[in-house]
T-cell receptor
C-alpha cells in the first residue's frame, strides 16, 4: 500500500539556520502530497501541499517540490525562527482510496 | 475549507468504560475519517466513516472496539469501547471536500484511561 518515509528527529537548530526534512513516498498512481505542522499544544494544520508532479508548495517561508522521479517531497526553509519549533508531518493522499497516510513526524526545535 | 468541532476536548476515563466522541462539521462533506495519535507518535487511520452505511476499518481496528456512526454529511461519532490504558490517545476527526486536496482536522479529543 501507499506509505511515507520521513526523516526522524529530533532536529535542533539555531535561529536563522537552514532547515531541511527529507520525505520519500511509495504509491501507485499519482498521489497528492502534504506537509502538516503541529505546534506545541495545538491541533494539526496544513503547511503546504502539491497535487501533481513538479508542483511546488510554499507557505510561511517553507517550500517543498513534488519530485516524481525521486518520489520525494522534501521540506525546506532558508532561515528558521524560534516560532517554527513544532512537529512536522509529511503525508500522502492516495489517488485510489483518498485516505491520508502520515510519516512518523519530525520534531524541530529552534533555539534563539 | 471546513470548521470541525469535536467533543469532548479531553476526558479522563476509567478502565472498562466506553466514551463517545462527537464530530460536527460546519458544512456538508463527502469524506470523513477518524484518526488516533498515541503519545509521541504519528497519526494512524482508524476508519473511514461512511454516510448511511457501516464504516470501513483499517487493519488492526474493529467495529466492536471502535463503533462509528455517520447519520448525515455533517456529523459523526466514534465510540471507544471497554477502554484500557493503551487507548489513551488523541482521537481526531478529519474531513475532505474533494479527492485530491488536503484533509481538515478537528482539535482532537484527548483521552486518558486510568
Amino acid at each position: 500500500g501507499d506509505s511515507v518515509t520521513q526523516m526522524e528527529g529530533p532536529v535542533t537548530l539555531s535561529e536563522e539556520a537552514f532547515l531541511t526534512i527529507n520525505c520519500t513516498y511509495t504509491a501507485t498512481g499519482y498521489p497528492s502530497l502534504f506537509w502538516y505542522v503541529q505546534y506545541p499544544g495545538e491541533g494539526l494544520q496544513l503547511l503546504l501541499k502539491a497535487t501533481k508532479a513538479d508542483d511546488k508548495g510554499s507557505n510561511k517561508g517553507f517550500e517543498a517540490t513534488y519530485r516524481k522521479e525521486t518520489t520525494s517531497f522534501h521540506l525546506e526553509k532558508g532561515s528558521v525562527q524560534v516560532s517554527d519549533s513544532a512537529v512536522y508531518f509529511c503525508a500522502l493522499r492516495g489517488s485510489n482510496d483518498y485516505k491520508l497516510s502520515f510519516g512518523a513526524g519530525t520534531t524541530v526545535t529552534v533555539r534563539a | 475549507s471546513a470548521v470541525i468541532s469535536q467533543k469532548p476536548s479531553r476526558d479522563i476515563c476509567q478502565r472498562g468504560t466506553s466514551l463517545t466522541i462527537q464530530c460536527q462539521v460546519d458544512s456538508q462533506v463527502t469524506m470523513m475519517f477518524w484518526y488516533r495519535q498515541q503519545p509521541g507518535q504519528s497519526l494512524t487511520l482508524i476508519a473511514t466513516a461512511n454516510q448511511g452505511s457501516e464504516a470501513t476499518y483499517e487493519s488492526g481496528f474493529v467495529i466492536d472496539k471502535f463503533p462509528i456512526s455517520r447519520p448525515n454529511l455533517t456529523f459523526s461519532t466514534l465510540t471507544v469501547s471497554n477502554m484500557s490504558p493503551e487507548d489513551s490517545s488523541i482521537y481526531l476527526c478529519s474531513v475532505g471536500t474533494n479527492t485530491r486536496g488536503e484533509l481538515f482536522f478537528g482539535e482532537g479529543s484527548r483521552l486518558t484511561v486510568l
